[in-house]
């Protein structure tokens, strides 16, 4: 593992170069990027936008929700914001919760407040708040934040999550993780905006054995909240949730998996690629 001192020293470009061998065995294209992959790493470095940095953010964002699509659709706070976990204290939250770093990783569910561990559940928090995303993937939105921790309501241990890839304000494919914190999981697949089950599937993820019975109660106003949160940006991935038939917002991503998926089907990475229509830029 490289130590983040030496990570800071090394230029971006260089450093993406490096991550994309490391992860496709081949250098970028920065030049003439045709792949999903290749063009979210050109994005990294010249689509910096100071609004992705609140928009990333999991706390600074739920502003922004509620005044592009409406509060309702925001999973409500029980607690926080806290600048660190010392800050928490755990007497005054529900019975069940979930905790949060705004900016990283960390996520801490609660189902059962005395079988919680919150000790080390702070430790691990801690830990979140110290890791900057940007030094790992070079996501530029991550680089100026401030993370803090946040705890939201408890939607159970089998909320599915619902993966909008939009591109200039057009949803086009939905990938649904389902069975997250089963033995068996977790399980991705990938479907078109009519429903269709794709046979493409992301190689960290097997598919789900029904995947017919997963589109959500409310397929077609997810698609109108992805249309609509993702509006002028070249690639973005709109995260929801389903609660009582109605859509819940989850996260705003603009790397799915900091642009290193893999499919099993190399045609999708260069499908998804034809879809970015990357804005102008005067090369370095």
């Not at 010392?86 to 609660?110: A, M, T, Y």
């Not at 991550?142 to 619902?162: F, M, P, Q, R, T």
């Not at 949730?241 to 190399?266: A, L, N, V, W």
Request: proline share 6%; charged share 30%; net charge positive.
């Amino acid at each position: 593992m490289v130590p983040l001192i030496v990570k800071k020293l090394i230029p971006d470009k260089v450093y993406l170069q490096l991550m994309y061998y490391h992860h496709n065995r081949r250098f970028i294209n920065f030049r003439k990027p045709q792949s999903f992959s290749e063009k979210q790493q050109w994005l990294k470095l010249y689509n910096r936008k100071p609004e992705y940095t609140i928009m990333a953010d999991k706390y600074a964002v739920r502003k922004y929700i509620e005044e592009v699509i409406g509060k309702q659709y925001l999973v409500p706070l029980v607690g926080g914001p806290w600048n660190c976990s010392d800050e928490i204290d755990i007497s005054r939250l529900p019975e069940q919760f979930v905790l949060k770093c705004s900016n990283g990783h960390g996520v801490e569910i609660c189902s059962q407040k005395d079988k919680f561990d919150f000790e080390a559940a702070k430790k691990r928090l801690e830990k979140s708040l110290r890791n900057n995303l940007f030094w790992y993937g070079r996501e530029w939105p991550y680089k100026n934040s401030k993370s803090c921790i946040i705890a939201e309501e408890y939607l159970g241990n089998d909320a599915i999550d619902y993966k909008f890839y939009c591109f200039n304000g057009a949803p086009k494919y939905l990938f649904i993780v389902t069975n997250r914190f089963q033995p068996n999981g977790p399980n991705g697949d990938y479907f078109d905006m009519n429903g269709n089950h794709l046979k493409v599937r992301d190689i960290e993820f097997y598919n789900n054995p029904t995947p017919n019975s997963l589109l959500p109660s409310s397929f077609e106003e997810m698609k109108t909240i992805a249309q609509k949160l993702s509006q002028g940006i070249p690639f973005v991935r709109i995260d929801l949730y389903e609660r009582k038939e109605k859509p819940i917002f989850g996260e705003i991503t603009f790397f799915d998996s900091s642009g290193f998926s893999k499919f099993d089907q190399p045609d999708f990475d260069y499908e998804l690629g034809r879809l970015i229509k990357l804005p102008e830029k005067k090369y370095n």
